[in-house]
């Protein structure tokens, strides 16, 4: 029955009665038009907030005119609650109650302890969240409740979550989570309206990643993903750091490290110079009064050249090009079939960054978006999109890690392998071992590589209450899904009995950060040593059978 | 099975047994438009849209999605070329017969059977049997992207009534490599004939 508006007579002429069911949607319509969304990045060092409006984004500046705030967290005694430059400017004399990088820790089962208070990450990083809201209601003059927020692409779920339970604690709902080198490929393609491949080189304050997408007819196709989630402009701060520590010990015989206050001014000012080497060929750094001794005050003064620098994060650049050759390979492409390079993330400024991958790829970046705000602009067009507020561009993305179930042998039955365009769904068939096994242990695993040992963990979980039956009979199916925020969810059912499983995973064992980052080049290194284990494995289960 | 699911995918994607690369790739951006999640609030939107990305997949394997690959670049680099585009179809044409430069020749004919139209398949059949083999293997990778799987057969018969197999052989080579990808599920009587010519 299809809603028809009627036509009758009213006493001043001919009226249209819409029935109720007509009504409804139409107020739906209009609150998605009229609903404010928000655009965020989350960044490890700085944030952004922007928006769709008019069939145009912009990031939108806070009081203070920036249209980057840095993600620093100050909690004073008084129980304030300080974000961004103020935060920043206090960080060096208030060092135990000032939080930097907190991205980096979301999912983890850190606490900071503040004023006798402890903080999870999720909390710290909901201020943040708080304060990008704030700028945003400002500019709109109305409440602002929903945000497609980014992250990393090399995110696991675990992370994934942690970010989204942020942005909610905060009071944001978050519509989507989209990787950031995609929102960075949106609003360039959307800005420009190029088509072609496009790879995107994303490296920021803490992580790394690189997309290789097809933009064609409005479609904006991932082909292939890869990142490293702990590498990025913070690394480079800590090399410059560990050198002027270095030389200052051995000028004056005074350790730097053992003085927090004074660590943290050589971060800002280490920070300061990496900014400066980009555009000067030397720079000197001084920072006066860093310690005192019995001859009187000392000061930090050195020189530094842009080849020393690039000496020193020689290494973390060869990773990311290694990252970007094996993306490539991924795709099936050859670097000559890249139309277009485009960098995100303050760290490309490097002229050595440029340099190597002019070298790789052979191509000149576009330049038309700034680097740091191009991440927030892609959110703020996914906005538009899912408020539709725009229909003509589409975003399919890929889940750059593979998922899968831990089999009989300890290895890993990959069911989803990676860069399948999400939203994906998989299903496996699981049976019982032994006479009249009531439960079945169910582990979640995500990764490359082949021994479950070598994967991150999702959590597992126990099917309970299987009917009794001899081994081998009993058939439970497992469905594992990715949606579109590449948040997966678990569900599990008796094919014979038709009864549905709960499932709710724990995320009790989790690796630490670095065994996550070097996950994938371990991967490539030792598909070998897979091949090998693979066979192990299965004459194992071979053997059980028998 | 398989032969059931490849049909089955051509039909969710809207096109026919003899849909080329280009045509299934339209096909399926138009697809994505229409049923992804984030632009359709349907319920079952999830579920379409996964059943297009899997029989896009399906048929992308089907099609020998590395052949096609080769293909798709060399069209690529044609279309990139703002001195080809801007000609019409005669002028082209001149190019491809007259020019002694093989690349001016395999680039024109490439951008003629771009401009599509009852003339392209003349224009391969012309450029197989061009004298340099640049032109002839541009040509057949042409075909491997741009035509449906019928035309392509259909050179494929062509070639072996003419019994010129022995001097263009790595021609033969290229052609083959392409149907073989294609046919394992099109059990169409043709395939047969040529594959066992093609082992003797």
Known sequence: MVHRPIWTAGPYGPMVVLPAGAIYPLFRLWGYIMEPIIGIDFGTTYSAVAMFQGGTFHTIPNEYGDRVIPSVVYIAETGDIYVGRPAKNVAVLHVDSVVQSVKRELGSSLLYHINGQSYTPERIASFIFGTLRSIAEKQYGTPVKKAV??????????????????????????????????????????????????????????????????????????????????????????????????????????????????????????????????????????????????????????????????????????????????????????????????????????????????????????????????????????????????ANCVLVDVTPLGLGVENQGGLMHAMIPRNTPIPARASVIFTTVQDYQKAVLIHIIQGERRNVKDNLSLGSFRLEGIREAPKGEPRIEVILEIDTNGIVDVSAEDLDTRCRYSVTLDNTFRLSEDEVSSMVLDAQVSALDDMHLNCYSNSLVEEERL | MKKYELVRSLKILGVDENASFCDVQTAYRKLVLKYHPDVNRRLDAPRRFREIVEAYGLVLEMMGSQATAVGARLIDSVLKDRMIRAMDAEELEKRFRYSSSPDVRASAMIALVLHGGEGSRRILFKALRDSDERVRVAALQTAGTLCGMKDVLRIFASLLLERKLVVWKRAFKEISRILQRRVVDFNSEVMTVSASRSQG
């Not at chain 1, 402009?233 to 050198?243: L, M, S, Y």
């Not at chain 1, 980009?278 to 920072?287: D, K, L, N």
């Not at chain 1, 190597?356 to 576009?366: F, N, Q, R, W």
């Open chain 1, 149 to 390: 927020v980014t992250v990393p692409a090399y995110f696991d779920d675990c992370r994934r979550k942690a970010t989204r339970k942020a942005a909610q604690m905060a009071g944001l709902e978050v519509l989507r989570l989209i990787n950031e080198p995609t929102a960075a490929a949106l609003a360039y393609g959307f800005s420009t309206e190029r088509e072609g491949k496009v790879l995107v080189y994303d490296l920021g304050g803490g992580t790394f990643d690189v997309s290789i997408l097809e933009i064609r007819e409005g479609v904006f196709e991932v082909i292939a993903t890869n990142g490293d989630a702990s590498l990025g402009g913070d690394d480079f701060d800590r090399k410059i750091v560990e050198v002027l520590v270095e030389q200052f010990r051995e000028e004056n015989r005074i350790d730097l490290k053992e003085d927090r206050f004074a660590l943290q001014k050589v971060y800002e000012e280490a920070e300061k110079a990496k900014r400066l080497l980009s555009e000067q060929r030397m720079i000197e750094i001084e920072i006066p009064f860093i310690a005192a001794d019995k001859r009187g005050p000392l000061h930090l003064t050195s020189r530094m050249t842009r080849l020393f620098f690039e000496e020193l994060i020689c290494s973390f650049l060869d990773k990311t090009i290694r990252l970007v050759k094996a993306t490539l390979k991924d795709a099936g492409l050859k670097p000559e079939d890249i139309d277009r390079l485009l960098l995100v993330g303050g760290s490309t400024r490097i002229p050595l960054v440029r340099k190597m991958l002019a070298e790789t790829l052979g191509l000149e970046p576009e330049g038309s978006i700034s680097p740091e705000e191009v991440v927030a602009m892609g959110a703020a067009v996914q906005a538009g999109v899912l408020s539709g507020q725009t």
